[in-house]
């Protein structure tokens, strides 16, 4: 008999290629689609944001769908004169002495001290600014300041409030950025979305969306109305067609800081703060998404985590079915150490019953003492019968079946009738 329980394969064969594994594939499907989402979101979202650098953008000339052309010529048709200027200096100066509409469709590219100026012209005079920013509102309306989050895209809403001119142009797309005044305010509708403060005569008219303004979107729902009512009552319009900022110098202005105060509740029990007040939305958003995340992901594994166990069957089914179901299922989790240690398990149990001298009956051998007498039934050096009984695991399935065929081998050495030896080794 051999004493090199090998199984090599045949000169010339071709080697076994180990099957790629796509499970990997499973676990990053979903943020594979997660991002797909969001790029295609935000692509769309930057490709409708209107490009205030771009000279058609809310300009009174502009045809484009983010142009203002429309609107002006609803002014005009309505008598209203329309002064376009490039710059807020200019502005002052076009505006003179009498009443008229300051219109600031891009406040990023004008300094906001521009309304504290008109206010100190003679003559009434309302200064409309299209969405500025929650920290920017509050320097173009001292009693005014922005409200976070904004939203992803313009709502279109009830107005919400008595003002006749709101209440006139009706439901209107006006809510994106909001608003709000400490103290009193000439108006405050659309849920935030226009919002407006007195300094002096002049009127501070904070819209939070541009959409009635522009050409692609003045058509619907009330938004035109919307539009020409805020810019057509003194019957001039000072157009500040400005696309790119320029440095300005800004004057002092003298202005109160709101006073905020926490209301007084009821610290006892019920009506006070809630959990969901203490944080913002943004937060809970964040949380369900990761929530939801997990629950996709453990859905698309669909297995449980961890190495296998054993677990009793509900019933009693054939051997060679519940063997070939638990081959197939180490198979396909790639669980090479479990399967190696089941067939270790299992030649080790039989071994016992051969070599021991009082048979399987009696207690588990260790396991030098059973190396040592296994080796002596079938004549092979020690340290092989070592490695094939408690060797390390497989790393690849290659090694998985040199493995088992080494360990069969065995099986069959020792299960051959053989005739005793003694101690010493001679027949």
Request: with cysteine; proline share 10%.
């Amino acid at each position: 008999m051999s004493t090199q329980p090998l199984n090599r394969p045949a000169a010339g064969a071709a080697p076994q290629r180990r099957k790629r594994s796509w499970r990997w594939v499973r676990a990053v499907a979903p943020f594979v689609v997660l991002a797909i989402i969001y790029g295609v979101t935000v692509v769309a979202h930057v490709a409708e944001e209107p490009n205030l650098r771009d000279p058609g953008t809310l300009s009174p000339t502009g045809t484009g769908r983010d142009g203002s052309s429309q609107l002006a010529g609803m002014l005009e048709a309505r008598g209203v004169r329309i002064d376009r200027v490039d710059s807020p200096s200019r502005a002052l100066s076009v505006l003179g002495l009498g009443d008229g509409t300051v219109f600031v469709p891009a406040p990023g590219f004008v300094g906001p001290q521009l309304a504290t100026r008109v206010a100190g012209l003679p003559g009434r005079h309302r200064v409309v600014v299209v969405a500025p920013g929650p920290v920017a509102a509050f320097f173009w309306a001292p009693s005014a300041y922005g409200l976070y989050p904004s939203r992803w895209a313009a709502k279109a809403i009830e107005p919400g409030c008595d003002d006749p001119l709101a209440r006139q142009a009706g439901r209107a797309a006006a809510l994106r950025a909001r608003y709000a005044v400490e103290g009193a305010a000439t108006r405050d509708c659309y849920d935030g979305g226009l919002v407006g403060v007195r300094l002096a005569d002049t009127e501070v008219v904070l819209v939070g969306a541009s959409d009635p303004f522009r050409n692609g979107r003045i058509g619907e729902h009330g938004n035109a109305e919307l539009a020409v009512g805020l810019l057509a009552e003194f019957g001039r319009v000072v157009w500040l067609d400005v696309h790119a900022s320029e440095p300005t110098s800004v004057a002092p202005v003298d202005i109160s800081l709101p006073e905020y105060r926490r209301p007084e509740t009821d610290r006892g029990g019920g009506g006070g703060p809630s959990i969901w007040d203490a944080f913002p939305p943004t937060l809970w958003a964040s949380l369900a998404l990761a929530a939801g995340l997990a629950v996709l992901i453990a859905f698309v594994r669909g297995r449980r985590l961890g190495p296998p166990v054993a677990e009793p069957l509900p019933v009693l089914v054939p051997a060679a079915e519940t063997v070939t179901g638990r081959g197939r299922l180490y198979h396909r989790i790639h669980a090479r150490g479990a399967t190696l240690d089941a067939l270790r398990a299992a030649a080790i149990t039989r071994l016992t019953g051969l070599v021991s001298p009082i048979g399987s009956t009696g207690p588990p051998l260790d396991p030098p003492t059973l190396v040592t007498l296994v080796a002596q039934r079938v004549r092979w050096p020690e340290p092989v019968v070592e490695e094939i009984l408690f060797g390390p695991g497989p790393d690849s399935d290659d090694d998985l079946s040199s493995a088992v065929g080494r360990l069969d081998t065995l099986m069959q050495a020792a299960s051959q009738e053989q005739p005793r030896t003694d101690p010493g080794g001679t027949s």
